[in-house]
């Protein structure tokens, strides 16, 4: 049977469902649906019983939910806003409903760092270089951390003369990743063989890019590198598609993203921009995700709609 939170992860994935025309099919009473999105009703047995032919009828698959997508937030360019999109991403999923867990695969360890974690005893280095099981910390409800800091760039050369060196990573996550809804990795700043075991471990990448020329040069290698993985080891990889951040009002950054969508046509961009806001430096000095710390500012919404955005893609 069709569990009620599959139900509740199905419909959010399928935004152009019309509830209403869904509580009709099923026999429901109305507004049943509703009530669930918004978490004032709990979706009991006889619910699912009479919604599962109905879901299966539009798409609902039970492989859909048997594994973790696994997400790379990635560019070899630095300052572009890929922890602060990969934590705020995942936590505007987790308040979604969705069961996610963050892995700080850079040896800055920024994304650990932003939830107090400085020197963790047990971090994802260990876990793929000595057979360890990868270490997981509950951040909140639905929301997890594997974390990492810079032992990793100690352990660089390890990774790279270990055996199946670009797949470590790959076959780690698989052991946990029937656990999760979404896996999201911060990669470093470089095209280097973290960058390389995260990509091959990857169902998809998000790409972060401010809107400024020295941002955009050089982004043509990573691309290179992502298709070569997709041709050599992953072909499942595919690029989700580009996200704007540290975007301001003017006529520059607006020139900057139609050269951008222009230049790279085949390649998606989500319709939500992030914008440059002092608020972000702020909840990175309070060690908190922006959804946390400021629930009601710009960027916190539009992350938020970034993941409404994802998800229905």
């Given at each position: ?99 996610v867990l963050l892995v700080d ?73 029937d656990k999760f809804d979404f ?131």
């Open positions: 049977m069709i569990s009620p939170d599959k139900v509740l992860k199905f419909i959010k994935q399928k935004s152009a469902l019309n509830l209403t025309q869904l509580e009709k099919e099923a026999n429901l009473p109305k507004k049943t649906l509703h009530k669930a999105l918004q978490g004032t009703l709990t979706l009991n047995e006889k619910h699912c019983n009479l919604l599962e032919p109905i879901l299966r009828d539009y798409g609902y698959a039970d492989e859909l939910f048997s594994k973790a997508k696994i997400i790379s937030m990635v560019n070899h360019k630095g300052g572009v806003g890929k922890t602060t999109s990969t934590i705020n991403l995942g936590k505007a999923l987790a308040i979604s409903g969705f069961k695969f850079d040896s800055q360890g920024n994304t650990s760092q932003c939830f107090g974690v400085y020197t963790p005893d047990e971090q994802v280095i260990d876990a793929i270089l000595d057979n360890k099981e990868l270490p997981i910390i509950e951040i909140t409800e639905n929301f997890y951390l594997s974390p990492s800091n810079i032992k990793m760039a100690y352990r660089e050369t390890d990774l790279v003369n270990s055996i199946g060196n670009e797949k470590r990573l790959r076959n780690k996550l698989n052991e946990i990743s896996i999201l990795i911060d990669c470093p700043p470089a095209l280097n063989i973290f960058t390389t075991n995260a990509l091959v471990a990857s169902d998809m990448c998000i790409v972060p890019l401010q809107p400024e020329a020295y941002a955009f040069y050089g982004v043509e290698n990573l691309f290179n590198r992502i298709y070569e993985i997709r041709q050599h080891v992953n072909n499942t990889l595919n690029v989700k598609g580009i996200l704007f951040t540290m975007v301001s009002n003017t006529l520059v950054h607006k020139q900057m993203i139609d050269f951008v969508k222009e230049q790279y046509k085949h390649i998606p961009v989500f319709n939500v921009s992030i914008e440059r806001a002092t608020i972000i430096q702020q909840s990175q000095v309070a060690q908190k995700d922006l959804l946390t710390y400021a629930p009601k500012s710009a960027p916190a919404m539009q992350y938020m709609e970034l993941a409404k955005e994802f998800i229905t893609i």
